[in-house]
């Protein structure tokens, strides 16, 4: 889970950025944890970056909130 954490980190910067400036919202992190763990579980013991392609790669099939989410961090 520690990794899912990070992820947002992650979401909190541009792609582009690897600094990590801010954090996720716990808001948001609540958002997402059921599509990292449905869609992405897989990938969880994986770098951050994966998770959060993991997250963008199944975008139509994420939950509506985690969608908002990725789009307000400009993902």
Known sequence: MHRFYLAFILLSVPASTVVLAH???????????????????????QNDLIILSCLKENRAK????????LVSHGQ
């Open 62 to 69: 994420l939950s509506h909130a985690c969608r908002d989410v």
């Open 23 to 45: 954090s996720g919202t716990d808001q948001e992190e609540k958002a997402c944890t059921p599509d990292v763990q449905r869609f992405c579980r897989k990938l969880m013991d």
